[in-house]
């Protein structure tokens, strides 16, 4: 299996760390190691997560973080499609 992370799932980590960053940059360097390693344990579990709330997808919590890792199999492929904060209302709802 490879790891394979998609522009959205960049762009969501890049932010969610810049924004931990600007009050604890130390907190965003280790956040940012520790959903690193965790999406690392995929290439052997791929199955690790959760089944997940869109068909098709699986969710891996990153513990002691607020993020869930949302990512698919495809062949041969994790892909990571995003990160998200817990928080966050997941999938949207449509108004």
């Known amino acids: 299996m490879k790891l394979f992370w998609l522009p959205r799932a960049i762009v969501d980590r890049d932010l969610q760390l810049e924004y931990i960053a600007r009050d604890n940059p130390k907190a965003a360097v ?9 999406a690392g344990r995929l290439i052997e579990h ?5 089944e997940g709330r869109f068909a098709g997808t699986r969710e891996l919590v990153i513990s002691r973080t607020p993020f869930i890792l949302v990512y ?4 041969e492929r994790i892909e990571l499609l995003r ?11 449509e108004k």
């Open 30 to 38: 280790e956040q940012g190691d520790r959903i690193a390693r965790f």
């Open 46 to 50: 791929p199955e690790l997560g959760r």
């Open 72 to 75: 698919r199999l495809n062949g």
């Open 83 to 93: 990160i998200l904060h817990g928080a966050l209302q997941w999938p949207p709802q």
